[in-house]
């Protein structure tokens, strides 16, 4: 189960720019739910849920990441169940069905570590059929793991997940040869289907989803006729602007506060970095951002000096959850996309989402330590 591994390939780099991100992220979280009784837990159960992350990443780190391909019955099994104690079991807050009471372990948000089970399951597929990725039985196996996995996240409603699982696969294929023929075939049918999406939800068709998800929608198309589903977003983009360069200071008692002025909801959440925007200015979102960028490359680094396909797609999915969800949540937060309830990784509140990020490190420096002897000299690019 454990293997004996040459720690000089622990990539330490990784380690490093997570911890400063889940301390911006605990101060962050601090100033936002200062004022709040009710969340004033919230800092120290955020604490809890990185020591906790931490001792999860450096299990997944240890465990060989080819037992898991082994054991992806048990993977996908897993994930379903939790799926489906969701689905009848599940609690209900703000419309959605996303959580679990699990015995000992407390709540739980089961499609965050779904997440896990998607990447492992993709990338055993696409590494037991490599040779044969574009096959019609390929593509049945992919759909028979994958699935069911998207259809229980989707229905809870979780449409932001879905979307988010689904452009990480879509990468993950990619990387893993697809053809252009049938990349061809496939936005031949997703692009006519888009606009026909659109133009229904314009008409008044709600298809398959919740009005709350058609209200975001609408109200990002035309504002002006919702006003009053888009003050979150507008006041997101007066904090962010207000901050400045430098940035009002955290904890800031500033009377001209958004936050203060409790002008965001759950704002330690899907709009922590509107906190950082109006606390730490440019200079702070800019150094956020920063570090998620060398995050992306140092784990797109193992991914090149993976020593298997399936090591390299492991990498390639983490970094594709962790580029779509870190730009889904900043476009929100700056009135760029409408409103979709992402967080931020490590930086937002959320216990699930940040154990679930750790485990997804723990398997990306497990690939890392066992990578190719010989490094190639391309660019870090060049196998992808």
Not at 101 to 115: A, T, Y
Not at 181 to 207: E, Q
């Amino acid at each position: 189960m454990f293997k004996k591994y040459n720690l000089k390939n622990l990539n330490v780099r990784i380690i490093i720019i997570v911890i400063l991100l889940c301390a911006i992220g605990f101060l962050l979280i601090r100033s936002a739910t200062k004022d709040n009784i009710d969340y004033q837990s919230m800092p120290q159960r955020q604490i809890f849920g990185i020591v906790v992350g931490m001792i999860a990443m450096t299990v997944m780190m240890l465990i060989d990441y080819n037992l898991f391909f082994k054991a992806w019955p048990v993977v996908f099994i897993t994930s379903v169940v939790l799926l489906l104690m969701v689905r009848f079991f599940g609690n209900t807050t703000l419309g959605a069905k996303r959580w679990v009471d699990l015995p000992i372990i407390g709540r739980v948000q089961p499609s965050e570590f779904s997440k896990i089970a998607i990447i492992l399951n993709l990338a055993a597929v696409l590494n037991y059929r490599k040779k044969h990725v574009n096959s019609p039985l390929t593509w049945g196996m992919i759909l028979a793991l994958i699935a069911p996995q998207l259809l229980l996240i989707v229905i809870q409603p979780d449409l932001s997940t879905t979307i988010l699982c689904t452009m990480a696969i879509l990468t993950m294929i990619y990387v893993a040869k697809l053809s252009y023929r049938i990349i061809a075939i496939a936005l031949a049918v997703v692009v006519p289907a888009s606009i026909w999406f659109i133009y229904s939800l314009l008409n008044g068709d709600n298809l398959f989803l919740k009005q709350y998800q058609v209200n975001r929608i609408l109200s990002f198309v035309d504002p002006q006729k919702y006003q009053d589903k888009i003050y979150q977003q507008e006041n997101a983009v007066m904090a962010i602007g207000s901050g400045g360069f430098w940035g009002k200071g955290l904890n800031t008692t500033s009377f001209e506060s958004v936050k203060n002025g409790n002008y965001l909801s759950e704002a330690q959440t899907d709009f922590i970095f509107t906190i950082a925007g109006e606390e730490l200015g440019f200079v702070g979102c800019m150094i956020i951002l920063g570090l998620f960028i060398t995050l992306i490359i140092e784990i797109m680094i193992l991914a090149k000096n993976a020593d298997s396909l399936g090591g390299r797609l492991i990498c390639v999915g983490v970094a594709s959850f962790f580029t779509y969800q870190t730009f889904i949540h900043v476009a929100v937060n700056l009135w760029l996309m409408p409103n979709t309830g992402l967080p931020l990784p490590f930086v937002s509140y959320g216990l699930s989402s940040i154990i679930s990020s750790f485990m997804l490190l723990g398997l990306v420096l497990n690939v890392g330590l066992q990578r190719k002897k010989k490094e190639k000299k391309e660019s870090i690019f060049s196998d992808l």
